[in-house]
């Protein structure tokens, strides 16, 4: 009963026609404060969980998330080794490639690339490649028919279109201290890659015993990539997969390649969560300001509320009830609401400004992803929600406290 009379005074309190004044202004801005930073916290974790959701969809399932490559770039019995590595627990699914370098040219335009021989029915398996091209194009990129496929960002520099013929000079077939003049081959573009970042700029495939062919390596590949059930556990994996080879290999792990991309989404997440909790901190504090304010003038309400009962519980527990209902829930609320609505539209929010402006936000050519992604996560909104709220507590504390030692008697006759 004293928790309800308390929450219902302290709602006249804050809500009540008799606010006005100096009393009211802070509060507006108080309030106003707390809804901006929240809001704004809100917006920024959203475009950090977007990012790390496109770190995961998009980069870690292209790449591999382990590969193996022999010292002595011999690895003929690889069709053994696979099936010893897809038995280790952890591993999904395993693949051999061979990688090289070409070059790839066509109407003068030349450009370097890491090209990749794979097999497409091991490779659907093992990554996500096949879902960012046509279905039939997957279906269709066999062996010994001269195809390639490439990325977005190479289709733009080459000003290439599916079908397309275009020649691609690779390194003559090894032999020991001698120099050999490259050699040249035709391949038919048979499919687009578009992941919308910078894989697009240097991704190439072609079916693995194509790759075998033109390097004259016969059976021969350059490694085996897998695929783990926990990519974050990568460099643990590789580790006993290395060990269950029983092989003199070279190990890597995506962590290792693009684990920095991961790394710098935490940082920037936990940067940014600091210091808008701080500004989210600066404006409840301003709470004590108007609590202080409000104790100075409503002293006659609160001798008169002494003079019928009120113990100092009850009139603490007013004053913190101020303070929540009039920055924390309110403020609160409000930034929630606002930050919520901009976050969810803040990938077309972005695509609108770099229209107007003509400014491209995020270069393909330089990271990952060429758009502003954005995902809501009720568990962020919980816990700014929730931080807000204690923040205002302890800021309604100390004017409570004062509210509640105020005599009744010096104060109406200070009226």
């Known amino acids: 009963m004293i928790s309800s009379l308390a929450y219902f005074i302290g709602f006249r309190f804050s809500y009540g026609k008799s606010q006005g004044g100096i009393s009211s202004l802070v509060a507006v801005i108080s309030t106003f404060g707390i809804a901006l930073s929240i809001a704004v916290l809100i917006i920024s974790l959203s475009a950090m969980n977007g990012f790390e959701r496109e770190l995961n969809q998009r980069i870690l399932s292209v790449v591999p998330h382990g590969e193996f490559e022999p010292v002595n770039r011999d690895f003929t019995a690889w069709v053994s080794v696979l099936s010893k590595i897809e038995k280790v627990a952890g591993v999904v699914a395993a693949a051999p490639y061979i990688r090289f370098t070409g070059l790839i040219e066509c109407d003068s335009k030349v450009l370097a690339l890491q090209i990749k021989g794979i097999d497409p029915k091991l ?4 990554s996500a490649l096949s879902s960012y091209v046509t279905e039939d194009t997957w279906k269709n990129f066999l062996p010994n028919k001269h195809q390639i496929l490439v990325g977005q960002g190479i289709i733009n520099s080459l000003s290439l279109k599916i079908g397309d013929w275009i020649t691609m000079m690779i390194p003559s077939c090894h032999m020991e201290d001698q120099i050999l003049q490259p050699k040249y081959v035709r391949l038919q573009l048979a499919g687009i890659l578009n992941l919308n970042g910078v894989l697009d700029h240097n991704l190439a495939y072609i079916p693995i015993e194509d790759a075998q062919k033109l390097l004259c390596i016969g059976n021969n590949i350059t490694g085996i990539a897998i695929k783990a059930k926990h990519p974050f556990e990568a460099d643990l994996l590789v580790r006993q997969v290395g060990e269950a080879m029983n092989l003199y290999v070279y190990l890597h792990s995506w962590i290792g390649t693009y684990g920095y991309m991961y790394h710098d989404i935490q940082m920037i997440r936990t940067i940014i969560y600091l210091s808008i909790v701080l500004v989210i901190g600066i404006a409840c504090f301003n709470i004590s300001s108007t609590l202080m304010i409000a104790v100075h003038d409503k002293r006659r309400q609160i001798a008169i509320l002494r003079t019928l009962g009120a113990n100092n519980s009850l009139i603490r527990s007013i004053f913190i009830w101020y303070g929540l209902l009039l920055g924390g829930v309110l403020g609160s609320l409000v930034g929630i609401v606002i930050g919520s609505l901009v976050a969810l539209k803040l990938t077309s929010i972005v695509e609108i400004i770099e229209k107007l402006t003509g400014c491209h936000f995020l270069s393909r050519d330089v ?29 309604s504390w100390y004017p409570a406290r004062k509210a509640s030692r105020l005599c009744p008697a010096q104060a109406l006759s200070s009226q």
């Open 367 to 395: 990271y990952f992803i060429d758009f502003l992604p954005s995902e809501v996560q009720i568990s962020d909104v919980v816990i700014i929600f929730v931080t807000s709220i204690v923040l205002s507590l302890f800021a």
């Open 123 to 126: 490779e659907s398996c093992m």
